[in-house]
């Protein structure tokens, strides 16, 4: 994929405004997933994440969605919706260039909603806003328009209107990524640069490295060296969520994955 096609974004919202809900719409638009494979909260691997409807590890996915003739890689670097999780939040951002920020139609904006909204600001990331379950009995759009432009200095023009429930809107999401979130920086020709944003312990595998890949490329079969731990590893396998895994030969400046290098002890990644 070509880096200029590329576009890397989170979704950042207060609790309970429908953030894993229009992420799965999104997977869905973009045909990642069928109607008949949708499940509610797709990206929620975790148990108590489905159960109580929060998530808490972060996940990625990367997507295909054909626009104006042009094939663009969408990776969702996806971000829990909790208050206790701002270091996950702010890590996720920093691999990210683009941000969605989803606002409940019926709540308006709350306290988490302008806690995430600096740490994305703080990462100098494109905002897109967006007024979600607008379906709702109770939605009261004009209020919500009226905080996002008071708050934030959003115009009408600029706000996306969603329903997360019934997919209205998504389609025009997806698009506004498209044109309003630049293509991630870097250079494949460069030496190899990564950023660490989670990692998790296999039993079979080890340690598996959620990594964006800032400069050069990472091919299977490379030595990689940890900066932080000072410790070096033979990368074994890469990989894509599609939100499938699907196995990569090389990740190239832009892309988003996940690398597996033999590592057995997580204290040797630091994230970060």
Known sequence: MKQENIRNFSIIAHIDHGKSTLADRILE??????KREAKEQILDSMDIERERGITIKLNTATMNYTYNNTCYQLNLIDTPGHVDFSYEVSRSL????????????AQGIEAQTLANMFLAMENDLVIIPVINKIDLPN??????LEELNKIFGFTKDEVILTSAKTGEGVEDLVQAIIKRIPAPKGSSAAPL????????????????????IMNGS????????????????????????????VSKKVLNAGEVGHVVASVKDIRAVKVG
Request: charged share 20%; aromatic share 6%; glycine share 6%.
């Open 29 to 34: 638009v973009c045909g990642a997933v069928t």
């Open 94 to 105: 920093a691999s990210c260039d683009g941000a969605i920020l989803v606002v409940d139609a």
């Open 139 to 144: 939605a009261n759009v004009p209020k919500v």
């Open 193 to 212: 640069q990564a950023l660490i944003f989670d990692s998790i312990f296999d039993s079979y595998r080890g340690v598996i490295i959620a990594a964006r």
């Open 218 to 245: 990472l091919k299977v079969g490379d030595t990689i060296h940890m900066i932080e731990s000072k410790k070096e590893f033979v990368v074994t396998e890469l990989f894509i969520n599609t939100p499938k895994e």
